[in-house]
């Protein structure tokens, strides 16, 4: 029998990626999304990509601190595990609204840790982020360094991952496994979902694509005095179908009755500088993207990537695309939908 999961934030962009990988993996997934971030646009593209499969796919628009809206949605289904993305996500808004970014995503987590538990659902995958190594004193990251939140955001990744280590060590019923996501990009290859931020994109590959297309005028590269190769920041950047991926390894994972709590980095382990990831979305898309040379951004970090050996040896994954891919797939969603959800109706085929 196909096993139920639970997807919270499933209507965003990782965890649109990831539903359609689980339909297609054989699994049932309900989702729990407010669509704050999101558009339930996203929900009938996946149903549509998963062709027959997408009859597995039952959404729900609710916040997770609705208790008694998820106490239904428990009592409806029993779930064998749930995955947990829905989150608020930008580091700046954070800094200045800490209470939102507070309230939303540990007040939200909670309520969903507890609910699990009335229900007997004691298997959770979390979207934890890279973000918890702060400014790592060295690379590649592994998942035993140090950690720090350097934001109101990434503490409420540090809040909720120490909330599920003393949850495990309170109940040995729970296993949860967290997931640290580096830099993740790029969209399905079909072009039909990708990422659709609200207002002006603060990451580099959203920016870039509404360079693009015409929406922006230019790129601002934050610094070029980094000690990088060509001085601009270097990051990890995943293939977001990758991403998606790594989560199906995770909930196999889960059906190991002995794992407690456990981390995982979910990196490609290359770095790849802003000036490099320009070019090759320039490549991959024909399109030129004017820069502007401006000073770093506050809080930037100078080089970040990961460690991929544990994901590997332990949850058996690895990323099997590279930046070329990503920029490839990145152009697709973004030439054929300019406008993200909103735009135009798009035919699948
Ligand atoms: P996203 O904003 O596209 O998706 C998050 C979803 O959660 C949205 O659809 C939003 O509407 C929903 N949501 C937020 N608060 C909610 C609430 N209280 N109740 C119900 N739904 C709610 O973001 P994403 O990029 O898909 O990120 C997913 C998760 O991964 C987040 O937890 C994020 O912090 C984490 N993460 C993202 C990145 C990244 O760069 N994208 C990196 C590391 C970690
Ligand atoms: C990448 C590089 C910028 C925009 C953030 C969060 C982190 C995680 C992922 C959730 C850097 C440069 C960017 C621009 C630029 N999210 N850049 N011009 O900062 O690595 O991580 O998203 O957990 O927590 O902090 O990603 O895409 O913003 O930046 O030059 O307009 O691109 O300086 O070197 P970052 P990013």
Not at 33 to 46: F, G
Not at 300 to 318: I, M, P
Request: with cysteine; glycine share 8%.
């Amino acid at each position: 029998m196909s096993k139920n999961v639970l997807v919270t934030g499933g209507a965003g962009y990782i965890g649109s990626h990831t539903v359609l990988q689980l339909l297609l993996g054989g699994y049932r997934a309900v989702v729990v999304d407010n669509l704050d971030n999101s558009s339930d646009v996203a929900i009938e593209r996946v149903e549509e990509l998963a062709a027959e499969l997408g009859g597995n796919l039952s959404f729900h628009q609710v916040d997770l601190r609705d208790r008694s809206a998820l106490e239904k949605i428990f009592a409806q289904t029993k779930f064998d595990a749930v995955i947990h993305f829905a989150g608020l996500k930008a580091v700046g808004e954070s800094v200045h609204q800490p209470l939102l970014y507070y309230d939303n995503n540990l007040i939200g987590t909670i309520v969903l840790l507890e609910t699990m538990a009335a229900h007997g659902c004691k298997n959770l995958v979390f979207s934890s982020s890279a973000t918890v190594y702060g400014w790592p004193k060295e690379v590649p990251c592994t998942e035993e360094f140090p950690l720090a939140a350097v934001n109101p955001y990434g503490r409420t990744k540090l809040f909720i991952e120490d909330i599920c280590r003393d949850l495990c060590r309170s109940d040995s019923e729970w296993n949860i496994i967290l997931l640290r996501y580096f830099n993740p990009v790029g969209a399905h290859p079909s072009g039909y979902i990708g990422e659709d931020p609200r207002g002006t994109p603060n990451n580099l590959m959203p920016f870039v694509q509404q360079v693009a297309i015409g929406r922006q005028p230019a790129l601002k590269v934050f610094g070029n005095d980094y000690s990088t190769k060509d001085g601009t920041g270097v990051r990890d950047y995943i293939h977001v179908v990758d991403l998606a991926d790594g989560h199906i390894a995770a909930l196999r994972k889960l059906s190991d009755p002995n794992i407690s709590c456990e981390v995982y980095n979910l990196g490609t382990g290359k770095g790849t500088s802003v000036l490099e990831m320009v070019a090759a979305f320039e490549k991959a898309s024909g399109q030129k993207i004017p820069l502007i040379k401006v000073g770093r951004r506050p809080g930037d970090v100078e080089v970040v990537y990961a460690s991929t050996k544990k994901a590997e040896h332990e949850l058996n994954w690895k990323a099997k695309f590279g930046i070329e891919e990503m920029c490839r797939d990145q152009w697709n969603w973004a030439s054929k939908n300019p406008y993200g959800y909103r735009s135009p109706n798009l035919n699948l085929n």
